[in-house]
């Protein structure tokens, strides 16, 4: 069975602090994806990044980056110099390869970004 | 359409009736997924469609939940006898085609309160 963990329910930093938001898998499949998606209290998923499991290169896209190990099965997130808008829900989910798999989300951390 | 268009956005309804949600994907998508996210929670699998056939329903949680897609576009959850347990916000969403690499594109919800 296929299982996201976001240990982490609630973080608070102040901004220009960096965060970092942990995401432990389960899964038997030797091909699978990691997905991380922001929901901003309008409410809407929004997508984020998507690494799959041979792909082990960590990534940088401004102020975020994401690092994938698969020797702990995990998918952390990084947001560096954090802002207020980036207050929001963060999900880490996890799908295979094999039809009838559905993406499978964490249960969230919720970051919170004060001035 | 231009992203994933959900309706109605609220609906508040008694325990026992019964309740439709409506979902326009992108136009072009042939596979949607339906999930229902409670207060505080990730959200859940209930169903996905690949084309105008249900191709895994193992996440609805009853024989009261019920989803179509007579067209391959436009798809309706149903949930008959509603109860209070169901209040949620269900969320579709929409990829091109059923896979596990695919990223999901999400509406913005209905959010049912069942009194």
């Known amino acids: 069975a296929q299982k996201v963990t976001q240990a982490q329910t609630e973080i608070s930093v102040v901004e220009k602090e960096d965060v970092t938001l942990d995401c432990v898998y389960e899964?038997?499949?030797?091909?699978?994806?990691l997905f991380w998606y922001k929901q901003p209290p309008s409410g809407e998923l929004v997508f984020l990044i998507r690494r799959n499991s041979f792909d082990e290169q960590n990534e940088i896209s401004g102020r975020y980056s994401w690092n994938f190990q698969k020797s702990t099965s995990s998918f952390n997130f990084t947001i560096t110099a954090s802002q207020v808008v980036d207050s929001a829900v963060y999900f880490c989910?996890?799908?295979?390869?094999?039809?009838?798999?559905?993406?499978?989300f964490g249960k969230g951390t919720t970051l919170s970004v004060s001035s | 359409g231009a992203g994933v268009s959900q309706t109605p956005s609220n609906k508040v309804t008694e325990k026992g009736k019964y309740v439709e949600l409506r979902c326009d994907p992108i136009?072009?998508?042939?596979?949607l997924y339906w999930y229902r996210q409670s207060l505080g929670q990730g959200p859940e699998f209930l169903i996905y469609?690949?084309?105008?056939?249900?191709?895994?329903d193992s996440g609805l949680p009853n024989d009261r939940f019920f989803a179509v897609r007579p067209e391959g576009s436009v798809s309706t959850l149903k949930i008959q006898r509603t109860e209070r347990g169901d209040s949620a916000v269900y969320l579709c969403a929409s990829s091109l085609t059923h896979s596990g690499a695919n990223v999901l594109t999400f509406g913005a919800g209905s959010r049912l309160t069942v009194l």
């Open positions: 899964t038997r499949d030797t091909t699978y994806y």
């Open positions: 469609f690949q084309g105008t056939g249900a191709a895994d």
């Open positions: 989910a996890l799908s295979g390869n094999q039809a009838g798999t559905a993406l499978i």
């Open positions: 136009s072009g998508h042939t596979a």
